[in-house]
């Protein structure tokens, strides 16, 4: 078969999933794509951890037992930043917290394990690097500003409501959330999981067709309730999530390291709750 065969199977059970998830809400209520996608790839870093744990080094355990207490300590302390019920149960600042900063440590391990073993994912804090990070952070912060103009106007002309301006601090705080731990999930631990099952293929393609998976997963993530609503206006708007905000971040964990898709990514919920979208 052509290599291509398991990127095919895997993106047309990918879109099967989600055809699937809003066909039974229609019938009944059924948890948010995050809620099941994140709780699956958090069984995968566990599964990843267990086989290889002894290539986790004592900066790798530092970095995510870290990452994971910034995001669990600072979730009770958000305004601007309100996640779903996680399975419509934990609701709670609090439980939210436990509950994120576990899943990001967690997957900050099991992605780093698919790094230790040649995975497509940099990261400079492992190395020890100080000053990588903190350029791969200036980068990912220069480059996600003006992607955070074009968000703010997009959600300006989309919710047709004004900007309207919120706390900067709050702001920067709260983005760390979906920041630290969206990237965590699925542009380390997913992406690494998913090149890890395809290394059979071409290296090259490997690595970039198992970062286009994680990308759309993570993109068409967002769109729950338009899929519902008008499923082929679902698809475009979830293609472009992909392309114009996936996109970047995928080149600049790849190319510069993760610290820089966090600060991308962290730029444009910035943006967004300073603004009040």
Same mark, same amino acid.
């Given at each position: 078969?052509?290599?291509?065969?398991?990127?095919?199977?895997?993106?047309?059970?990918?879109?099967?999933?989600?055809?699937?998830?809003?066909?039974?809400?229609?019938?009944?209520?059924?948890?948010?794509?995050?809620?099941?996608?994140?709780?699956?790839?958090?069984?995968?870093?566990?599964?990843?951890?267990?086989?290889?744990?002894?290539?986790?080094?004592?900066?790798?355990?530092?970095?995510?037992?870290?990452?994971?207490?910034?995001?669990?300590?600072?979730?009770?302390?958000?305004?601007?930043?309100?996640?779903?019920?996680?399975?419509?149960?934990?609701?709670?600042?609090?439980?939210?917290?436990?509950?994120?900063?576990?899943?990001?440590?967690?997957?900050?391990?099991?992605?780093?394990?698919?790094?230790?073993?040649?995975?497509?994912?940099?990261? %400079?804090?492992?190395?020890?690097?100080? #000053?990588?990070?903190?350029?791969?952070?200036?980068?990912?912060?220069?480059?996600?500003?003006?992607?955070?103009?074009?968000?703010?106007?997009?959600?300006?002309?989309? %919710?047709? %409501?004004?900007?309207?301006?919120?706390?900067?601090?709050?702001?920067?705080?709260?983005?760390?959330? !979906?920041?630290?731990?969206?990237?965590?999930?699925?542009?380390?631990?997913?992406?690494?999981?998913?090149?890890?099952?395809?290394?059979?293929?071409?290296?090259?393609?490997?690595?970039?067709?198992?970062?286009?998976?994680?990308?759309?997963?993570?993109?068409?993530?967002?769109?729950?309730?338009?899929?519902? %609503?008008? !499923?082929?206006?679902?698809?475009?708007?979830?293609?472009?999530?992909?392309?114009?905000?996936?996109? !970047?971040?995928?080149?600049?964990? #790849?190319?510069?390291?993760?610290?820089?898709?966090?600060?991308?990514?962290?730029?444009?919920?910035?943006? #967004?709750?300073?603004?009040?979208?």
């Amino acid at each position: 078969m052509s290599h291509l065969h398991k990127p095919l199977i895997l993106t047309a059970i990918l879109f099967a999933l989600i055809g699937g998830r809003a066909l039974l809400a229609t019938l009944f209520p059924v948890p948010r794509t995050f809620d099941l996608r994140d709780t699956l790839i958090v069984i995968v870093a566990l599964w990843a951890m267990c086989r290889d744990v002894p290539t986790l080094q004592r900066r790798d355990w530092v970095l995510a037992i870290g990452a994971g207490l910034v995001v669990g300590l600072t979730m009770p302390l958000t305004t601007l930043f309100s996640p779903y019920p996680f399975f419509g149960i934990i609701d709670s600042a609090p439980a939210q917290g436990l509950l994120r900063g576990l899943f990001t440590a967690v997957t900050m391990l099991g992605g780093l394990v698919f790094m230790r073993q040649g995975g497509p994912v940099r990261c %400079q804090l492992t190395a020890g690097d100080w #000053r990588g990070a903190s350029q791969c952070i200036l980068w990912g912060t220069a480059i996600g500003v003006s992607f955070a103009l074009v968000n703010i106007i997009g959600l300006q002309l989309i %919710q047709h %409501q004004p900007i309207q301006w919120q706390s900067p601090v709050a702001a920067m705080m709260d983005a760390l959330q !979906p920041a630290l731990v969206e990237e965590t999930l699925y542009r380390v631990t997913l992406w690494g999981w998913v090149w890890q099952r395809w290394r059979s293929q071409p290296p090259a393609q490997t690595i970039w067709l198992a970062g286009l998976l994680a990308t759309l997963a993570h993109s068409y993530a967002h769109i729950d309730d338009l899929w519902l %609503q008008a !499923p082929l206006i679902g698809l475009g708007i979830g293609a472009a999530l992909a392309l114009i905000w996936g996109t !970047p971040a995928l080149l600049l964990v #790849r190319y510069r390291g993760l610290e820089a898709a966090i600060a991308f990514h962290w730029m444009q919920d910035v943006a #967004r709750f300073v603004t009040g979208f």
